[in-house]
């Protein structure tokens, strides 16, 4: 893994130099700090910085790496898994390796195939090649949007880079966005919170020539439609062995490195069965690394990982993290994310990756993702009670029913915003995750100024998002798959995968690998039966089969349980409070555009009074206002009056 930043000048007019390249690069050099490079074209048009983590072909994989005749140049960030045989295949075709590194085979199946080449690559990428002779800029990123890329138009040049702080470090405004947070598109689409600067959606390719800027989708979840899923006549059993088979695979393709290979365990069923598989895989016990909040066991989950370390032989590592801890660390990782926190679980993922740098690791396999593509979560398994439950045994969905009736915590029950209704018309069905994510958003509007008030006031932000889709791929499909689709969009690779995976984790260098997101695994799961996901209660029924063989019986029968942090309100004369408190009282909070700054702080009085409930409810806001001071504190951020356009 490692981290890059070019520039590409369309307009010789318009070139930046060098030096604000290498300046850009020092802002991520966290990604890679073994070693770096710039290389700047004959014509000043392109240039090309990087910041290398070496993680296979340490001697020599230093980038950009070039073709023979150097015409074609290329930076990558990320793996590239089963590149041995895809790199043997082209040696007989007469490509010329200059490295070892997994990187250069993309630059040669673009040599060879061009764009339709890139589609051989496997694995967390991003990536941009230069193609000298066509001026040509090509940006790529994977399929499930594991590793970031981010781009920027600006005066005539085009940016993308591992990290926005790059791009800002070569000269581009940090500028809010209004637009994007009023409408949620820093998390419903792939906007950011600065203005200019957007990331390549998961599965994308960018084209760039002189003559502008092309974006196009070259993969995307292909989810079987109910009917075909319901008139399968594979047997459970094989498709059991399936899941297993694939994911086997994936494993195995991950744990090739040529620097050892370590595992986050959280204590969770998806986490536990990766060690299992990865141990057997590879023969030998794995370095396991668990968070642990001691000091809120309601929020603990040692004690099963611990249980999973010690069936597997695993050397385990428990990090204790307090609420100092996360006090002292909360403004650090904020400035990694670039986007708000709205629990602290994030800068507990930022400490443990920094305890598993210092051990000497640098790659760690996670479970990640399992969730999302064998329905994991709580709201996908409400989704499946309420809205299809064919196949499912009726006493069990009867119980399910009837305790959704009566508690319904998180979720609106009345006065749902106007563009849910709407949404909820054009599926024919509700979405959970959607109807959750709505009543907070309705919270936080409450304390917004006037001034955003009049200018976004009739913006839609769920309307925005279902418009920006591609509605065929939610044709016939069933409602639990659409909610899953709808969650891939938008939270899985602009939260999840960003606030829970590479951004903690190569803030200290350490590379995350998730074989459950390995696209091939991705592209079973859609073909699934949604009764093999979620089977009453059970939800990831099939993966809990699947791996049922590494996994002890206590976690092979565990519900899920979301890995959280202790929320701020619980110890209100606590540290990580007391930060919340210092900072949303500051003049921070009064240079946001966002917010009456009266209104939060009259909020914030009043949170001792309130029941703990409510104050649970308010947390994650909470959360969100402070991590929002402390990026205007990190990057000097400006406000830019504007005209509101809806996000394209």
């Not at 555009?593 to 104050?615: C, H, Y």
Request: hydrophobic share 40%; aromatic share 10%; charged share 25%.
């Amino acid at each position: 893994m490692c981290g890059f930043l070019t520039v590409y000048s369309s307009n010789t007019a318009e070139q930046v130099s060098a030096e604000q390249v290498k300046r850009g690069i020092n802002e991520i050099k966290h990604r890679g700090p073994d070693e770096n490079s710039v290389w700047e074209s004959e014509d000043s048009r392109m240039i090309m910085g990087h910041a290398r983590l070496s993680i296979i072909g340490l001697d020599n994989g230093l980038q950009p790496i070039h073709n023979t005749d150097n015409s074609i140049h290329i930076v990558v960030n990320g793996e590239f898994y089963d590149f041995e045989r895809i790199r043997d295949e082209l040696k007989l075709q007469g490509c010329q390796f200059k490295t070892a590194s997994d990187s250069e085979i993309a630059l040669h199946l673009y040599s060879l195939y061009g764009t339709k080449g890139l589609h051989q690559l496997r694995g967390e990428f991003s990536l941009v090649i230069f193609d000298q002779r066509q001026n040509t800029v090509i940006a790529m990123r994977d399929r499930a949007g594991v590793k970031p890329l981010f781009f920027s138009e600006y005066q005539g040049r085009y940016y993308f880079a591992s990290e926005i702080k790059a791009i800002i470090g070569a000269g581009v405004d940090a500028v809010w966005d209004e637009s994007s947070y009023n409408s949620r598109a820093f998390y419903l689409s792939n906007h950011t919170l600065f203005k200019d600067i957007k990331s390549v959606a998961a599965g994308h390719m960018m084209t760039v020539t002189p003559s502008g800027a092309t974006d196009a989708c070259y993969w995307d979840i292909d989810y079987k439609d109910a009917e075909t899923l319901n008139a399968s006549n594979v047997s459970d059993e094989d498709y059991i062995q399936q899941v297993h088979d694939s994911i086997e695979t994936a494993v195995k393709l991950r744990l090739r490195s040529d620097v050892p290979v370590g595992i986050y365990l959280s204590g969770g069923v998806d986490s536990s069965a990766i060690l299992g598989m990865a141990t057997q895989l590879s023969g030998r016990p794995l370095d396991a690394f668990n968070l642990s909040f001691g000091e809120m066991e309601d929020y603990d989950e040692n004690r099963f990982a611990r249980l999973a370390a010690e069936t597997h032989g695993a050397k385990f590592h428990t990090i204790n993290v307090t609420q100092k801890d996360l006090a002292d660390n909360f403004e650090k990782a904020v400035w990694h994310n670039e986007t708000p926190f709205f629990n602290a679980h994030g800068v507990a993922k930022y400490i443990l990756s920094g305890i598993v740098e210092k051990s000497g690791n640098k790659v760690v396999l996670t479970g990640e993702g399992a969730d999302e593509v064998f329905g994991g979560y709580p709201h996908f398994k409400r989704d499946m009670a309420l809205f299809n439950s064919e196949n499912q045994d009726p006493a069990v969905i009867e119980s399910m029913l009837a305790k959704i009736k009566k508690n319904n915590t998180g979720y609106t029950h009345q006065g749902l915003p106007k563009d849910i209704e709407w949404l909820t018309e054009q599926l024919g069905h509700g979405v959970s995750w959607l109807d959750n994510q709505a009543g907070w958003f309705k919270e936080l509007q409450g304390v917004y100024s006037d001034s955003q008030i009049e200018k976004f006031g009739q913006v839609e932000p769920y309307r925005l998002f279902f418009n920006q889709l591609d509605h065929r791929k939610l044709e016939s499909i069933d409602p639990v798959h659409r909610s899953m689709y709808l969650w891939a969009k938008s939270f899985l690779p602009n939260f999840v995968l960003t606030t829970l995976g590479d951004r903690m984790e190569m803030a200290h260098s350490i590379e995350g690998r998730i074989p459950l997101l390995d696209h091939h695994v991705m592209e079973l799961a859609a073909q699934l039966p949604v009764h093999l996901k979620i089977r009453g209660n059970t939800e990831k029924y099939v993966f809990r089969e699947a791996m049922k063989q590494y996994l002890p019986h206590e976690l092979y029968t565990r519900k899920k349980h979301y890995f959280r942090a202790p929320p701020s309100t619980l110890l209100q004369k606590g540290p990580l409070f007391e930060l919340v408190n210092d900072t949303l009282n500051s003049s921070d909070l009064d240079r946001i555009p966002f917010f009456n700054a009266a209104k939060v702080r009259a909020l914030l009085a009043e949170l001792p009074t309130m029941s703990p409930q409510r104050q649970a409810l308010l947390d994650p806001m909470l959360m969100e206002l402070t991590s929002l001071c402390m990026l205007q504190r990190k990057f000097n951020m400006k406000t830019e009056s504007i005209k509101y356009k809806v996000a394209a």
